[in-house]
């Protein structure tokens, strides 16, 4: 298949194909590291529900409460990470999901049979909108991890509409974070003006 290709094309075939597994890898990652957010919510629950039984029958600390809310809130610190870190990994996916475009491109160049074949282009690349299935997906985190800023937040306030704020609030700053860090960066141009090896200038 690749006798007849340049070396120039076998190394975009060869980045092709590294993007196309990076994108799987990046679905694999996430899934993992929701499943270990969720896990550790589940771990948690389930001792806290023990150690309340526990601490009824036989007081154990102070004010118990105290405890669980700044449990709770320093879990939620962790859940925002998790976002973080899914956020980042789409942004990666889908900067990739640009080099195997750019790849198609230069093969297909103006064989539109070909590309009504492959229907992908730059009409169909993804961004990190409201509407993916990825986005939701994240979603369940964001309203999971809010909720347990809400119960900690009650604990320490007792206060039911101050609970509530902060779960509207923390809904809300982390779809913003998601939907920003998840976005890739504008596609570098380059030319004999602006080779690949120029050092970026700062920003203003």
């Known amino acids: 298949m690749t006798d007849n290709l340049s070396r120039e094309d076998e190394f975009l075939l060869k980045e092709y194909y590294t993007a196309t597994r990076l994108t799987f890898h990046v679905d694999e990652m996430r899934s993992k590291f929701t499943n270990l ?5 589940g771990a948690a629950a389930a001792a806290i529900s023990i150690l309340i039984q526990g601490n009824a029958k036989n007081p154990t600390f102070g004010n118990f409460e105290i405890v ?8 939620a610190v962790a859940g925002i990470l998790v976002i973080v870190v899914i956020a980042k ?8 999901f640009r080099i195997t475009n750019n790849v198609r491109k230069h093969f297909l160049g103006t064989n539109y049979p070909l590309w009504n074949v492959v229907e992908l282009s730059d009409r169909t690349l993804p961004l990190p909108t409201r509407r993916s299935g990825t986005y939701f997906w994240t979603l369940v985190l964001i309203v ?5 800023v809400a119960l900690g937040v009650y604990l320490l306030l007792h206060s039911l509409v101050l609970g509530l704020l902060a779960l509207l609030l923390l809904i809300l700053i982390q779809d913003d974070l998601y939907i920003r860090l998840a976005n890739p960066p504008e596609p570098q141009v380059y030319s004999q003006e602006s080779p690949p090896d120029q050092e970026s200038q700062p920003a203003d």
């Open 144 to 148: 999971l991890n809010s909720y347990v």
């Open 68 to 75: 669980l809310g700044v449990f709770f809130l320093l879990l």
């Open 37 to 41: 957010f969720i896990t550790i919510v």
């Open 89 to 96: 990994l789409r942004r990666v996916q889908l900067e990739h």
